[in-house]
């Protein structure tokens, strides 16, 4: 999966499509210079890895695009 969620309507959608809504009002993610920080970045990734792997890349690919993330 290539994922290109930078502004934050898409990291947005993104945070509701992974089923943690909750992430798009945290103060590390809060806006694409925050999320870029190292330690945001390192917090982030981890958060996604996680949730990536809950389903197949198939079915991330078609919730991603049906939410124009």
């Known amino acids: 999966i290539s994922l290109g969620a930078v502004q934050n309507n898409q990291f947005t959608a993104l945070c509701r ?3 943690r809504p909750e992430l ?3 103060a590390r993610f809060r ?3 925050s999320r870029a920080a190292p330690a945001n970045a390192a917090a982030l990734r981890r958060i996604l890895e996680e949730a990536f792997a809950t389903r197949a890349g198939a079915e991330w690919e ?3 695009s ?3 993330v």
């Open 66 to 68: 049906e939410h124009d």
């Open 24 to 26: 798009a009002t945290d």
């Open 62 to 64: 078609r919730l991603l």
């Open 31 to 33: 806006d694409p210079p």
């Open 17 to 19: 499509v992974m089923g």
